[in-house]
Structures are given as structure tokens and as C-alpha cells.
């Protein structure tokens, strides 16, 4: 069964614009991560965060998480056409459980 | 080698057919991962190796499904009998710790299509 929830499925943006994409998931966590898909590709993993950590950045990239709420958001500043890809959440213990994905359209 | 790779990259298979899916991981990595998924869908979580062992396979979704790591490196995905529901994506994960579910690296995976 799937731990994660991204929202919303799918999302169309201008190059240059930011994108925001949530997750919500189901149990205690020790760690959220975040991966990218390319079509037709494996998933790389873009960043982690730990759950006594309420905020990272890496690059064009800032996590939060808010453990209360289930949450986390991933949002991607100054979006370029690269960045077109399936975006998921996951987290669990070592066998990651994934989220359905969110779908990132960056139109030039 | 510079990362994980599977072989091959699609299969076709006849409904009733044998197939076998190769993961040749990270060269030292002790854990390795198979998942599955499927159109629109997020992987999941199918059998997990640490070196040789296969320490969970709490996820293959029937008794057609059979993995092995018989040397603690290369992994065969074997699916038996494949049914239409087997199509997917088979994604192969390892990484150098065990038991982690940090620093995965992922192979591009094997599109499979059950006609």
C-alpha cells in the first residue's frame, strides 16, 4: 500500500515560475524523501529530510515538513523546461513507499 | 560499475510466458531493492536482498514471482505464468548500506508488456 499523497496530480507552469507540489502521508516517519522521474527513466533522488527537520533546501529546491500534519511540500523556484518530470514522495522504513506522483509540465 | 543497470530495457511477453529481469547494481552495494510499477502509478515495494539474502519479500504479489541475488551481486526478477496484471515498469534500487532506505540509486528499469 502506498504511504504517500502528492496533490495535485499534475501541474502545468511557465519556465521561470515556481512549482509547489504537497504530500500528505498515513504513519510516523524517520525521514521523507523526494524523487524525480523523467518519462521513460529510473527515479534520482533529490532530497531528504529528516523528521526532527522542518526545512531544507538543496539548490532550486525547498523541503518543509510538518510532522503534526502529516506533511511535507517540495517547491522548485525558477522552473526550467529540465525540470518536466513525475515528482514523488516517499518515506516508511527500508523499503521506501511512494506516493502516485505528481506530474510537472514546465512549458518555454 | 557508474550505476545500476537492468536488462533488458523492454520485454514483450506472450500471456502464459516465462520471463527473467536483470539487476546488475552498484558494484559493493549490500542492499538491493525490486519494485514495481505500474502506468501513473508510483513504485512499490516488491522484495528487498542484503548481499545474498533475501531478508523481505513481503511485497511479490504471488507465488509466480521469484527473485535471487545467488552471489550477493547481479539479481534475477523471475516472473512465471505471466498474466496481463504483470505488465510494468521493474525497477531495480541498491545501495551501499544495509537495512537503509537512504541513498538509493535506481536503474532505469525493465518495461515489461504481457500480451
Known amino acids: 500500500s502506498q504511504q504517500g499523497e502528492e496533490d495535485p496530480q499534475a501541474l502545468s507552469i511557465q519556465e521561470g515560475e515556481n512549482a509547489t507540489m504537497n504530500c500528505s502521508y498515513k504513519?510516523?516517519?524517520?525521514?521523507l524523501q523526494w524523487y524525480r522521474q523523467n518519462s521513460g527513466r529510473g527515479l534520482v533522488h533529490l532530497i531528504l529530510?529528516?523528521?526532527?527537520?522542518r526545512e531544507k533546501h538543496s539548490g532550486r529546491l525547498r523541503v518543509t515538513l510538518d510532522t503534526s500534519k502529516k506533511s511535507s511540500s517540495l517547491l522548485i523556484t525558477a522552473s526550467r523546461a529540465a525540470d518536466t518530470a513525475s515528482y514523488f514522495c516517499?518515506?516508511?522504513?527500508?523499503?521506501?513507499?511512494f506516493g502516485a506522483g505528481t506530474t510537472v509540465t514546465v512549458r518555454a | 560499475g557508474a550505476g545500476v543497470s537492468q536488462s533488458p530495457r523492454y520485454k514483450v511477453a506472450k500471456r502464459g510466458q516465462d520471463v527473467a529481469l536483470r539487476c546488475d547494481p552498484i558494484?559493493?552495494?549490500?542492499?538491493l531493492f525490486w519494485y514495481q510499477q505500474a502506468l501513473g502509478q508510483g513504485p512499490e515495494f516488491l522484495t528487498y536482498?542484503?548481499?545474498?539474502?533475501?531478508?523481505?519479500k513481503s511485497g511479490l504479489p504471488s507465488d509466480r514471482f521469484f527473485a535471487e541475488r545467488p552471489e550477493g551481486s547481479v539479481s534475477t526478477l523471475k516472473i512465471q505464468r505471466t498474466q496481463q496484471e504483470d505488465s510494468a515498469v521493474y525497477l531495480c534500487?541498491?545501495?551501499?548500506?544495509?537495512?537503509?532506505?537512504?541513498?538509493?540509486?535506481f536503474g532505469s528499469g525493465t518495461q515489461l508488456s504481457v500480451l
Open positions: 534500487a541498491s545501495s551501499l548500506e544495509p537495512a537503509t532506505n537512504e541513498k538509493l540509486f
Open positions: 504513519t510516523s516517519i524517520n525521514n
Open positions: 529530510i529528516r523528521s526532527n527537520e
Open positions: 516517499a518515506s516508511n522504513d527500508y523499503k521506501l513507499s
Open positions: 558494484s559493493g552495494h549490500v542492499s
Open positions: 536482498f542484503q548481499n545474498e539474502a533475501q531478508l523481505d
